[in-house]
Nanobody, 116 residues
């Protein structure tokens, strides 16, 4: 059974930093690209960042480019999102995501609140 468990969210002041983690199990983590997606209160899903299976290629939404860094540790089956210079508009539930074949898998998310 594919499982994705996010952690690391919380309340942070504007300009602060957080590191999110996503522990993956139930599939060969090192074989799949992974993504982070977020959903702000009252809004739709927004793709944030993606990383290829080996970690050598990354991409970011314009809204987070230069502030967020995606990475992975295939030995630990863990995906990360380092977030810096956080803004109130980054407030959202953050989900990690993987597509395996024709199936999409999501974790339950971790809430990030950026507020003074």
């Amino acid at each position: 059974e594919v499982q994705l468990v996010e952690s690391g969210g919380g309340l942070v002041q504007p300009g602060g930093s957080l590191r999110l983690s996503c522990a993956a199990s139930g599939f060969t983590f090192s074989s799949y690209a992974m993504s982070w997606v977020r959903q702000a209160p009252g809004k739709g899903l927004e793709w944030v960042s993606a990383i290829d299976s080996g970690g050598g290629s990354t991409s970011y939404a314009d809204s987070v480019k230069g502030r967020f860094t995606i990475s992975r540790d295939n030995a630990k089956n863990t995906l990360y999102l380092q977030m810096t210079s956080l803004k109130p508009e980054d407030t959202a539930v953050y989900y990690c995501y993987v597509r395996i074949g024709y199936a999409d898998y999501w974790g339950k998310g971790t809430l990030v609140t950026v507020s003074s």
